[in-house]
DNA sequence: GCCCGGTATCGAAGCGCTTCGACAACTCGC
DNA sequence: GCGAGTTGTCGAAGCGCTTCGATACCGGGC
């Protein structure tokens, strides 16, 4: 824990200078900064926490509030934890985790004691505690998701919509013209907010292009999987000629795991698109096309948002929106069987 | 962002008065208490952080480091930073998140700029590159997990070996003299470090009580888990009439699924205990024993140890053991089928 | 009535840094 | 060769708190 004037005293120069040498804000003689970066660099000198927070007005720090409720999928979760952290460490900033009933008590106490410069929200509801709070405190606030009152707020998300309508095009430009929706679970639809999205933007882009779609929200009780083996079967023997799955991880495996156990080929018999997914969907068996959800996409742009919040810049507290992008793995053919 | 000299002129007292009095370091005569309190409350005032650190030379702060290998387990990764968060709180101490290649130089950076206060380590792997740095910084530090090399650390972690012997006495006391074992994946033996404690306390145990013990360590990949029903087939058509499953939630859904449609119930034909799970095996078709790897426990333990140590108090470098304990949920019976 | 110990409060120092304003020492144009 | 501007460095103020030592006050013992 070297401070800065054994710093200073090293390279035979005021505190000042070594401070300004090191933070680079007034210009110093590239003979006397290199003096102190070596100095620096062999106490192993880094400006204490505390004294730069109080000195500076910055701490460098965002809260990250994440309640983590009972349906939260962890793996998702996670991703969106880690790639928030690594975004920040970019502006060498850390991450404060408030978690639980502390999502919100805490982002009044970070804002009131001034533990951090802003405060990114995950996991966010549609009926979000946290919305009011966000309007209140006087702290850079950047939702990742987009809650259902969202005046006023800004927030950052992927465009399902123009994500499964992406999907719906690809299918439709190939030729498909009954294509089969696996969404999540019905209860989803309540406890999160993009499910509905990315169905609505499905069945509307589906009806623009005059294309049939049957919607099937499987529940994913148990180790079988059988509502989503059951929606699958339903779906093509109904005459889909192409599935687009929008679950968890192991849905779209038994959902494959299906199709295969019915004898049709993937792309062949069926195509199968996947949207908004956070895992891998190129390591399934067959890969799959997706249009997915990308972590660090999102959290990259929630943290340049705050950063320009906390820099003083004007950012519209609006719903930022990433373009979804099409990645093709071979899952996805004209209809048509034997022929294709 | 009230500060303190608005509470002391609120209350009519000096600056000193009132940091005496909300500390609790000094006497402060229960009048002028209530007073202080009040004006801080109405003003919902609270230190600020920077400059409690700096004065205080306590930052309130543990850095939580957690490298996010590829192999980690989510689910069970977020319980332990979820309990390790909750129980920090109740220090009134937040988490700072340091992760994937933070997770090391991280923990130099917060050591040598005095952001945290201790450091607590999650996803420790055998051969854990933050051991020795642990040794090298000035920071309290406590393993939540066990490294092969853990001269002079501070560990927490369960007894696996007396939680799986505590699930072999079980058994063994109900008159089973075969059961079967099914592990983690083979790998797992390698990356992790408590698989092969489960292990050894598991065929020492049985070997001292004269049971015989089969082991077998099914992959997990495809959503059928082949693998882990071709298992639990070959153990009870081998003359098992126990089985101890260690490994994931899926694989113990799907062993109880297989057993099912062996025509096996649970407990009369088979009995099965769990043993180092995380998450809650009461919720499975049947409920199963087991002998839970409780997350909360380990991190309250941690908090506590790093809490001692950042207190100035004397913390034995050594692994604490968290003693295992049986929670019967009625899927463990004598042997015997149709008589039982 | 005086001294003593305890209790309640205050003022001031200082934590380690950033940043403002000052000021030498130069450079340049004429 | 002199004033104006530029560049590099320094001293000192101050960020908001904790904590030390001092002080004022009070009641009790003699």
Known sequence: MAKIHEVAAAAGVSISTVSYALSGKRSISPDTRRRIEEAARELDYRPNAGARMLAGRRTQIFALTEPFRADTHAPAHMAFVLATSIAARRYEYDILLLTEEEASAGMRRVASS??????????????????????????????????????????????????????????????????????????????????PRVRRGLEARA????????????????????????????????????LVL???????????????????????????VSVGATFET?????????????????????VELAMRMVDGGEVPAAVHLIAPEYRAHGSTAPPGGASG
């Not at 966010?124 to 006087?138: K, S, Y």
């Not at 006023?152 to 439709?172: I, P, T």
């Not at 929008?246 to 199968?272: F, K, M, N």
């Open 114 to 195: 001034g533990l951090a410069d802003g405060v990114l929200v995950l996991d966010v509801a549609p009926d979000d505690e946290r919305v009011d709070l966000a309007r209140r405190i006087a702290l850079p606030t950047v939702f990742i998701g987009v809650p259902d009152d969202h005046e006023g707020l800004v927030c950052v998300d992927l465009d399902f919509e123009a994500a499964s309508a992406l999907a719906v095009d690809r299918l439709a430009d190939l030729g498909h013209r009954s294509i089969g929706f696996v969404g999540h679970p019905p209860t989803s639809y309540e406890k999160s907010n993009f499910p």
């Open 282 to 302: 190129s390591s399934f068996q067959p890969p799959i096309d997706s249009v997915p959800l990308v972590p660090s996409a999102s959290c990259e742009l929630a």
């Open 207 to 242: 009806a623009e292009r005059g294309v049939a779609c049957t919607t099937v929200l499987p529940e994913s009780d148990g180790p079988r999987r059988a509502p989503v083996r059951a929606a699958v079967r339903d779906l093509v023997e109904g005459g889909a000629t192409a």
């Open 246 to 272: 929008h679950c968890d991880d192991t849905s779209h495996a038994v959902a494959l795991d299906e199709l295969a156990a019915l004898g049709r080929r993937v792309p062949q018999d069926v195509s199968v």
